[in-house]
């Protein structure tokens, strides 16, 4: 086990519902990453928090919204999502952004469909 | 254009053999680059990195391999184990770390017989 875990493992979704995803990592870190992976395309960042800040959101739409209420804890809010949103989204974290100084710890992921 | 991608998509081997999985960059301002794996149902993991100003970097039965002229890496496994069944894929740095701001590369499925 990396320290990163994550809940669901998996979820199925309509369209109009509101879910969220949880991630929480004991490892002490500082800064937390949302990820989607979807397939046959790249991983793609999509949020950064460092020390509950977000520091990155990388032109992601609002339907997904994310929270971090503290350096242990990411959440991602989902809200009328697309089938196209369908995807593995994984949470990472690392004591530092840097990723020549640190290296990040991914969780399992949930894997998300959107019907 | 800035992007990083793999030329085999698919890669099996014998338990025993060597592996080498290729990535190629087109961004010459990339000065670090990572090779992840990702087993089945888990998230990716560090494997190992080089920074541009070496050639090359060792790890435990793995290497990788810079070439910036072709602006291509490459990860070599060692005796090749069913355990290294996983997707793998490299990512480049062209932030200079100052702004965290990683490329992915697709991946390629490795597949050890035994």
């Known amino acids: 086990e990396t320290g990163v875990t994550q809940t669901p493992r998996h979820l199925v979704m309509g369209m109009t519902n509101k879910k969220s995803l949880k991630c929480e990592q004991h490892l002490g870190h500082n800064a937390m990453y949302w990820y989607k992976q979807s397939a046959k395309k790249p991983l793609e960042l999509m949020f950064v928090?460092?020390?509950?800040?977000?520091?990155e959101n990388n032109s992601v739409p609002s339907r997904f919204s994310p929270e971090c209420p503290n350096s242990s804890h990411l959440f991602l809010h989902l809200h009328t999502l697309q089938p196209e949103d369908s995807a593995l989204y994984l949470c990472?974290?690392?004591?530092?952004?840097?990723?020549?100084?640190?290296?990040?710890?991914f969780g399992p992921g949930t894997r998300l469909t959107v019907l | 254009g800035e992007s990083v991608g793999l030329h085999l998509p698919t890669l099996s081997v014998q338990e025993g053999d060597n592996s080498i999985i290729n990535c190629a960059y087109s961004n010459s301002a990339s000065d670090y680059f990572i090779w992840y794996k990702q087993e089945s149902g888990k998230g990716p993991q560090f494997i190992i990195d080089i920074r541009s100003n070496m050639d090359k970097r060792q790890g435990q039965r793995v290497t990788v391999l810079l070439n910036k002229t072709v602006k291509h890496l490459s990860l070599q496994i060692a005796a090749t184990q069913p355990g290294d069944s996983a997707v793998y894929f490299c990512?480049?740095?062209?932030?200079?770390?100052?702004?965290?701001?990683?490329?992915f590369g697709k991946g390629t499925l490795l597949t050890v017989n035994p």
């Open positions: 990512a480049e740095d062209n932030s200079g770390g100052s702004n965290y701001k990683l490329t």
């Open positions: 928090y460092n020390f509950k800040e977000q520091t």
């Open positions: 990472a974290s690392s004591q530092d952004t840097n990723p020549r100084v640190d290296t990040q710890y």
